[in-house]
């Protein structure tokens, strides 16, 4: 195999001169990657192999995972300003370096690309309903979708990360060491290792529709970026709007696809705007036990006074996987947030409709997060217009129910 590192040069368009990412236990001499495959997940990989259960030595079977549909190549993947935190070549490793792996490499992909039936709840009652219409073929009569899906780890360029974040990379390199605890060092002892493979969640992409129209910005795409809320996403909790903006999104997927054009959901493992469940469950208390109750005036205050941070989800990596895709034009984006606006058309995506989240999908306890959101600028539309500061002052969620000496021990 060598001893030295497999070269990667970041955004050239011929994968065998950009290089493949090694980033496996089996070459520590060719490995060009800081870091480990699955991201958080790899922990358990090591307890597999604690466990006896896994050979560290073992190289998968990659025979038959090949992608089901194609993705590019696109010129975008060559521009480092609109890739850098994943691999554009993850998801064709067993074609574009088919020649390492015959030598023994381990590779791994870091994309995988299928296809799959979605069943929805909501779906089911779209079509009851009449919203929607089976056509066989995107939707079925059962109420169930047809989509085709990507998974996708990261893989960072540190010095494009380090660029988009407004420091140098060194200071880059430094924090994450420090706040991982000293979990890297190979962030500081190799700085000829430019590219990182975090122990973070990665990302899955739903695509409703022909994803060989993307590229094309005359037809019509429909796109929503989402940031994962598993106790609204998955449990239903009406503490925010997370999952009817979701499934709003995809049922205009949906209907976009039926049109002829696509739909995309993008869905990032972000809980609790990166800050993390725990984090996010403390807010909850610390709005719900406040002097005067959980209130829209002080709705970003609590984030910031338990975690010392409004919003750490920082979009400046967002766009990267519409990048990926060849988006060029996104005709309807499902999503009020100026920061995802912001951070996609600065890397030069045009975005035509800005669709807000229809006012009776909105649960009566998230009347506190759409109106704080709102207020402070994100926005709106026509359907939000009244919301002033009388209306952020006066807009409270549900109480808990605690019994007042609770209350009083817990302020005490």
Not at 109 to 133: C, M, N, Q, Y
Not at 351 to 370: F, G, H, S, T, W
């Amino acid at each position: 195999f060598g001893v030295d590192p497999i070269p990667i040069s970041w955004g050239h368009p011929d994968p065998l001169v950009r290089g493949p990412v090694i980033c496996t236990v089996r070459h520590s001499s060719q490995r060009n990657a800081i870091g480990a495959h699955s991201g958080s997940y790899c922990i358990y990989t090591g307890l597999a192999v604690a466990a006896g259960k896994l050979n560290p030595d073992y190289v998968p079977n990659l025979k038959l995972t090949s992608p089901v549909f194609n993705i590019g190549p696109h010129k975008s993947w060559t521009d480092p300003k609109k890739i850098a935190s994943i691999d554009p070549f993850g998801h064709i490793v067993t074609e574009a370096y088919a020649g390492y792996l015959d030598k023994g490499f381990d590779i791994r992909p870091t994309i995988a690309v299928t296809k799959a039936h979605i069943d929805l709840p909501e779906t089911r009652e779209a079509v009851k309903s009449g919203r929607l219409v089976p056509d066989g073929k995107i939707l079925l009569p059962t109420g169930q979708s047809i989509v085709s899906k990507a998974a996708v780890e990261p893989v960072w360029y540190l010095p494009e990360i380090a660029r988009r974040f407004g420091c140098t990379e060194t200071v880059l390199r430094q924090s994450i060491f420090r706040m991982t605890n000293g979990m890297y060092p190979e962030l500081i002892t190799r700085p000829d290792i430019k590219i990182f493979l975090p122990p973070i969640g990665g990302l899955t992409i739903y695509i409703w529709g022909d994803p060989d129209t993307i590229p094309d910005d005359d037809i019509e795409l429909t796109c929503r970026v989402h940031d994962e809320c598993n106790g609204s996403d998955v449990f239903g909790s009406d503490i925010c709007t997370c999952r009817p903006y979701l499934t709003h999104a995809i049922e205009e997927c949906i209907k976009t696809a039926q049109r002829g054009g696509c739909g995309i959901v993008i869905y990032y493992r972000k809980e609790g705007r990166s800050l993390g469940e725990v984090t996010k469950y403390l807010v909850y208390n610390t709005r719900k036990r406040q002097e005067g109750g959980d209130s829209a005036e002080n709705y970003f205050a609590c984030t910031e006074k338990v975690a010392g941070v409004q919003d750490t989800r920082f979009q400046a990596l967002m766009p990267d996987p519409l990048h990926f895709l060849g988006v060029k034009k996104i005709h309807n984006f499902i999503s009020m947030s100026d920061m995802k606006y912001n951070a996609i058309v600065s890397t030069g995506i045009e975005i035509v409709n800005r669709v807000e989240i229809p006012k009776e999908l909105v649960p009566d306890d998230a009347q506190v997060e759409i109106t704080a959101k709102v207020f402070h600028g994100y926005n709106a539309g026509e359907a939000y217009k009244g919301i002033d500061e009388n209306e952020l002052k006066k807009t409270k969620g549900r109480e808990y129910g605690y019994d007042q000496n609770t209350k009083k021990n817990l302020v005490e």
